[in-house]
């Protein structure tokens, strides 16, 4: 009965490779969002979509792309990795945009060799 | 642009003892929401508490409770009988109450919490 799931929770790559992140949330929520935990911890927006809009777009590098096919996942591509890619990245959703709670995923973490 | 600040990096408690975290926030808006996230060794994000700006009331959630002042714009998370299993990174949030400033939380630094037995 997992309320946010993100797959896979760990992923170990080479530079230069293209990845996915996968993240599904069966609260019913509208909104969903990736957020990207550095090694020392900050946690920052990425993206945010309402409904399968994309309504945050913060300055990430265009190698990074969501995907929404439906309101109930959020997938993250990185394309042509780098060593600073190498982070957490977690997905949260709520319902709207208001000022709803946002609930969590369990986070990926990526290493990048 | 709002910021949150949280100056204490890490601070320890002996078990059963209460603790208070602090976290100061910028912002020109008047409307807006605060939240104290969690996160143990599990990597987790667990809310906490939350407190809505326009209430006077401090939230509360059992032996959590936050000390909201809006004009010095200072949210402190309180966590009274603290157990082993409070230990974790705990990390103030702040969200805008208006939608066309999108939904994004802004978080803080973090700060770590050792619980001693």
């Known amino acids: 009965d997992t309320a946010v799931s993100q797959t896979p929770k760990y992923l170990v790559t080479q530079m230069g490779n293209d990845k996915s992140i996968k993240c599904e949330q069966n609260?019913?929520?509208?909104?969903m969002y990736w957020y990207k935990q550095d090694s020392k911890k900050f946690l920052k927006i990425m993206f945010s979509y309402n409904n399968k809009e994309l309504i945050i777009n913060e300055t990430v590098p265009n190698r990074f792309s969501p995907k929404s096919p439906d309101k109930a996942h959020l997938n993250l591509h990185i394309n042509s990795l780098e060593l600073g890619d190498s982070a957490v990245y977690f997905c949260?959703?709520?319902?709207?945009?208001?000022?709803?709670?946002?609930?969590f995923g369990p986070g990926t973490r990526l290493t990048v060799l | 642009a709002q910021t949150v600040t949280q100056s204490q990096p890490e601070m320890s408690v002996q078990e059963a003892e209460t603790v208070t975290l602090s976290c100061t926030y910028d912002t020109s808006e008047s409307d807006y929401y605060l939240f104290w996230y969690k996160q143990p060794p599990s990597r987790q994000m667990i809310l906490v508490i939350r407190q809505e700006a326009y209430k006077q009331q401090n939230a509360t959630e059992n032996r959590f409770s936050v000390n909201f002042q809006k004009a010095a714009k200072s949210f402190s998370l309180k966590i009274s009988d603290s157990q082993l299993g409070d230990a974790a990174m705990y990390f103030c949030a702040y969200r805008s109450a208006w939608e066309t400033s999108g939904s994004r939380l802004t978080f803080g630094e973090g700060t770590q919490l050792t619980v001693n037995p």
């Open positions: 949260a959703s709520s319902q709207g945009t208001g000022a709803y709670t946002q609930y």
């Open positions: 609260l019913g929520h509208d909104t």
